[in-house]
């Protein structure tokens, strides 16, 4: 038997393949070393901002919409809730050359996007901040964006939720399966595993932080960097109401390189927040599992204590997850450079998620017509 395509990775992006080659053909296999969802790749712990005016490059709003109305399609078929609308409330400096996702200028990049896309928003000065927003400190020189449709998504939902649908329409799956190598055999792939082989006309590599394993052989092996990245659940000391969906949007403070969400958990449960470290690069074999104390304290002490109100030092829960970068913060969705009947798609460079279900249509055009109407010229390795 030749399967038309497996897809080897099912986290955001290997999930979404999945589920979009099945709704074109059954004979399609994906292929996972774990079970996925889980909490060892780049796809865990609740909750993913996204929004539609994309910071990271205009070129991603064409991503993101299309994202938006796949999830809503996966809510409709499933009957799951996978997006909540909460607004996103992106802060910094006016015209700030600050980085996010490797990217400079982002906040202006942002506002530009929303301009040129229709995105419904509104910009805020510092006085309405620190009257909409009071569970924030602002700073004078504080500028706002609020866009109305940005929320969170749930990434393990969304991972579930793909993969059943996938099955539904006639997917095989085999989860705690390991990929060891693939090789072309005239005009298929032969892909071997710790437990079988199979043959297929394309292969599609969504294997996240471990795809730098599938590059070793290539002038790419050095292209992509994992970091470690750790969000870590503060136990709210105020009221616990205004810190929930409807009173608190998603946010990024971008010039204090923090970002987080309304309280999902219950009280008690804490609020989910994170910054991002770019200095010690890692492997998803070797990376450190474990959040330090100090680590906690450093964390409050330099992101929580001068941002917000109300929330404690108190870290009631923390998830260590990974972030794959290429150099310049973009995706790479290509060809695999040696082989050609060899798809790719990097793990999306912190920010991916939000795209990962437009993502996966594309690789399923690609795979099952050679061709697809978005625009991938930025994705490309060459
Ligand atoms: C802390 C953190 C916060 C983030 N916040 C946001 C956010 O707010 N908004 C946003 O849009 N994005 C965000 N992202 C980015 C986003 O979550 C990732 O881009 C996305 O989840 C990556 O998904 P993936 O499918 O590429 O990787 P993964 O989900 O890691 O999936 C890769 C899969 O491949 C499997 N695999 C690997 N090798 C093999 C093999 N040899 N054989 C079989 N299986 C294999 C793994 O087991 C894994 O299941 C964040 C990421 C992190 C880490």
Not at 47 to 63: C, D, H, K, N, W
Not at 154 to 160: A, D
Not at 198 to 224: A, F, H, Q, V
Request: net charge negative; glycine share 8%; hydrophobic share 35%.
């Amino acid at each position: 038997m030749i399967f038309d395509a497996i897809v080897v990775g099912l986290g955001a992006v290997g999930s979404a393949t999945l589920y979009q080659l099945s709704n074109q053909t059954s004979n399609v296999l994906g292929i996972d070393q774990f079970d996925p969802p889980h909490t060892l790749g780049s796809t865990h712990s609740d909750s993913r901002i996204t929004r539609q005016a994309i910071g990271e490059g205009a070129y991603f709003v064409p991503l993101a919409l299309r994202s938006y109305e796949i999830w809503q399609e996966l809510e409709q078929r499933s009957g799951e809730q996978l997006f909540t609308v909460t607004g996103g409330l992106f802060v910094g400096k006016e015209h700030s050359t600050m980085q996010t996702h490797n990217k400079p200028g982002w906040l202006t990049t942002t506002i530009q996007a929303a301009e040129q896309f229709g995105i419904a928003h509104q910009l805020l000065d510092v006085a309405t901040l620190r009257q909409r927003f009071p569970q924030f400190r602002f700073l004078d020189s504080d500028v706002g964006y609020f866009e109305e449709m940005a929320g969170f998504l749930q990434p393990e939902k969304c991972v579930s939720v793909q993969l059943a649908q996938a099955r539904q329409n006639g997917a095989a799956l085999r989860i705690n399966e390991r990929m060891l190598s693939f090789e072309t055999v005239g005009e298929y792939i032969r892909v071997q595993t710790d437990q079988a082989m199979y043959r297929t006309r394309k292969l599609i590599l969504t294997t996240g932080s471990w795809l730098t394993e599938s590059l070793r052989n290539t002038p790419y092996r050095d292209l992509l960097k994992v970091y470690r990245q750790v969000q870590y659940w503060f136990d709210i000391q105020d009221d616990y109401e205004p810190y929930t969906p409807g009173h608190m949007p998603v946010y990024i403070l971008s010039d204090r390189d923090v970002y987080g969400f309304p309280a999902i958990g219950g009280a008690g449960g804490g609020i989910k927040m994170a910054t991002e470290q770019y200095v010690h690069s890692t492997t998803p074999d070797d990376v450190t599992r474990e959040v330090s104390q100090t680590e906690i304290k450093q964390m409050y002490e330099q992101y929580v204590a001068p941002n917000f109100v109300g929330i404690g030092p108190t870290c009631i829960k923390s998830a260590v997850c990974l972030y794959t970068m290429t150099p310049n913060g973009d995706f790479i969705i290509d060809q695999h450079p040696v082989y050609s009947n060899v798809l790719l798609a990097s793990a999306c460079s912190g920010h991916g998620f939000k795209h990962s279900a437009a993502v996966g249509q594309i690789l399923a055009e690609l795979a099952l017509h050679g061709q697809t109407n978005f625009d991938i010229r930025p994705f490309q390795l060459l």
